[in-house]
T-cell receptor
Framework: RKEVEQDPGPFNVPEGATVAFNCTYS??????FFWYRQDCRKEPKLLMS???SGNEDGRFTAQLNRASQYISLLIRDSKLSDSATYLC??????????FGSGTRLQVQP | NAGVTQTPKFQVLKTGQSMTLQCAQD?????MSWYRQDPGMGLRLIHY???????DQGEVPNGYNVSRSTTEDFPLRLLSAAPSQTSVYFC????????????FGPGTRLLVL
């Protein structure tokens, strides 16, 4: 079983739609959680950290469920520029990250 | 600040050749790491370092060596390249406790024939 699992997609949605991604992790000792964004053939960049209380950054909302060991990302009012691969990332405290294989989002006009 | 820089951007090697992928950061970050990314696999950790003089193995260390003689630099050495090492390699750095954002370099695309 992979340490971090994501639905690879692709998720094809129209502009303005709301889309949600989920991610599950296997290590219950995981301490920190993140969503990274990766554009085609580019390096990953931090989108947002995920906190137990849930957090929001503009159109993006991230939530963490420690009991069920899953993380979610909600994108509201999708823009064409949101098209990318979204990586679920977990830190078990070793100061190095475990990445999911990513969920591809394509926002269509 | 240049952030995290990597050289070269592209490299073609023949099986058995050796080479060093360079990584440097100018943010005075203690933590640095190397990942490889293969299609459908996500990023996998090769080696990481929590400070100068300290390195440790990640998930897929075989065939790679690292050293950390300075805070700024963290080179990755391929000892004897194999076609299975064809991949995109990313270097990353992190400021440490309270600054957990990892900053990635632009990557090195390596093809081993």
């Amino acid at each position: 079983r992979k340490e971090v699992e994501q639905d690879p997609g692709p998720f094809n949605v129209p502009e303005g739609a709301t889309v949600a991604f989920n991610c599950t992790y296997s290590n219950s000792a995981s301490q920190s959680f993140f969503w990274y964004r990766q554009d085609c053939r580019k390096e990953p960049k931090l989108l947002m950290s995920v906190y137990s209380s849930g957090n929001e950054d503009g159109r993006f909302t991230a939530q963490l469920n420690r009991a069920s060991q899953y993380i979610s990302l909600l994108i509201r009012d999708s823009k064409l520029s949101d098209s990318a691969t979204y990586l679920c990332v977990v830190d078990t405290g070793r100061r190095a990250l475990t990445f999911g294989s990513g969920t591809r989002l394509q926002v269509q006009p | 600040n240049a952030g995290v820089t990597q050289t070269p951007k592209f490299q073609v090697l023949k099986t058995g050749q050796s080479m060093t992928l360079q990584c440097a950061q100018d943010m005075n970050h203690e933590y640095m790491s190397w990942y490889r990314q293969d299609p459908g696999m996500g990023l996998r950790l090769i080696h990481y370092s929590v400070g100068a003089g300290i390195t440790d193995q990640g998930e897929v260390p075989n065939g790679y060596n690292v050293s950390r003689s300075t805070t700024e630099d963290f080179p990755l050495r391929l000892l004897s390249a194999a076609p299975s090492q064809t991949s995109v390699y990313f270097c990353a750095s992190e400021g440490g406790f309270g600054q957990e954002t990892q900053y990635f370099g632009p990557g090195t695309r390596l093809l081993v024939l």
